[in-house]
């Protein structure tokens, strides 16, 4: 059984930064995607950023610049530094963790945080 739990989230004034976490448990496959996804209300899913197990990276035009994602494989972890937040960034932040193996595609996600930009 995978688990994944996210924090961090809350409520920060724009240009304000704040740092996600999502710890991870259960049999995950080594050669995986972890990644951030963030839902607004009235509004679809969209992806803000993944990292591979290898390291390469891929980011939402929106948060280029602005958002880091990172891991650390030891952990299972993953985590989104975003710096310089704005008003649209506010979002239920989901992370999840997606791989391939024998043809079978997995994909897990967290139970979501809230992230809110207001003054």
């Known amino acids: 059984q995978v688990q994944l739990v996210e924090s961090g989230g809350g409520l920060v004034q724009p240009g304000g930064s704040l740092r996600l976490s999502c710890a991870t448990s259960?049999?995950?496959?080594?050669?995986?995607?972890m990644g951030w996804h963030r839902q607004a209300p009235g509004k679809q899913r969209e992806l803000v950023a993944q990292i591979t197990s290898g390291g390469s990276t891929n980011y939402a035009d929106s948060v280029k610049d602005r958002f880091t994602v990172s891991r650390d494989n030891a952990k299972n972890t993953v985590y989104l530094q975003m710096n310089s937040l704005k008003p649209e960034d506010t979002a239920v932040y989901y992370c999840?963790?997606?791989?391939?193996?024998?043809?079978?595609?997995?994909?897990?996600w967290g139970q979501g945080t809230q992230v809110t930009v207001s003054s």
């Open positions: 259960g049999s995950i496959f080594s050669i995986n995607v």
């Open positions: 999840n963790v997606a791989w391939r193996k024998a043809a079978i595609r997995y994909n897990y």
